[in-house]
């Protein structure tokens, strides 16, 4: 059984800030997991996704995330905020036919 | 090219009465997936289908029904509302779960039961 905890439901910066959004998984085996973005009445949109060629992955936006194996993580950063960062972000575990979401991050970007 | 659509975006419903929300993907996808969104829960997925005539339970299924005629349309047949369906349901659609393309999600139908 795979799981995906977001570590934060609500993240705060000021616009020109980096953003950090935390993401644990748990699974069986080697994940899939991919990073998605929720604008206000909005549908989701991809921002990146882990391949397992690189543990770095680079995503629309200026936004990556980086896989570490050995703490089980997958967070997502920005090194500067933008006011149209303001959505919510999911952290998402792939297998076996399904995606397992987390419970989301809503970020609020300050002036 | 216009993705994944789906109707209506809003609906209000009465306990017991049943409705179809409908879902039409242009981009000639194998998979299709139905997901609900509850405040501060992510999605739960309700059905999946991996090709037309396919379809497979996925965590919420009770209290809905899908099916799979054709590889463009899924609707998701709800037949006695309950308040607990109260929430946004989003249609996806994926070539396959694994590509680095992902799913491409609907913009969501937003149902209150009452």
């Known amino acids: 059984a795979q799981s995906v905890t977001q570590l934060d439901s609500h993240v705060s910066v000021s616009e020109g800030t980096p953003v950090l959004l935390r993401c644990n998984y748990s699974s069986s085996y080697s994940p899939s997991l991919f990073w998605y973005v929720q604008h206000p009445n909005k549908g989701l949109q991809l921002l990146l996704k882990y391949t397992s060629a690189a543990t770095l992955v680079k995503g629309i936006n200026g936004f990556e995330a980086e896989f570490k194996k050995s703490e089980t993580s997958f967070h997502l950063t920005k090194p500067s905020a933008h006011m149209s960062d303001a959505a919510e972000y999911f952290c998402v575990g792939g297998a076996g036919n399904k995606l397992t979401f987390g419970g989301g991050t809503r970020v609020l970007v300050k002036p | 090219n216009a993705g994944v659509t789906q109707t209506p975006k809003f609906r209000i419903l009465k306990i017991g009465q049943s409705m179809t929300l409908q879902c039409t993907q242009d981009m000639n996808h194998n998979y299709m997936y139905w997901y609900r969104q509850d405040p501060g829960m992510g999605l739960k997925l309700i059905y999946y289908s991996v090709g037309a005539g396919i379809t497979d339970k996925g965590e919420v299924p009770n209290g809905y029904n899908v099916s799979r005629s054709t590889t463009e349309d899924f609707p998701l047949r709800l037949e006695l509302a309950a308040p607990s369906q109260t929430s946004v349901y989003f249609c996806?659609?994926?070539?396959?779960?694994?590509?680095?393309?992902?799913?491409?999600f609907g913009s969501g139908t937003r149902l209150t039961v009452v």
């Open positions: 996806a659609s994926s070539y396959s779960w694994d590509r680095e393309d992902g799913y491409t």
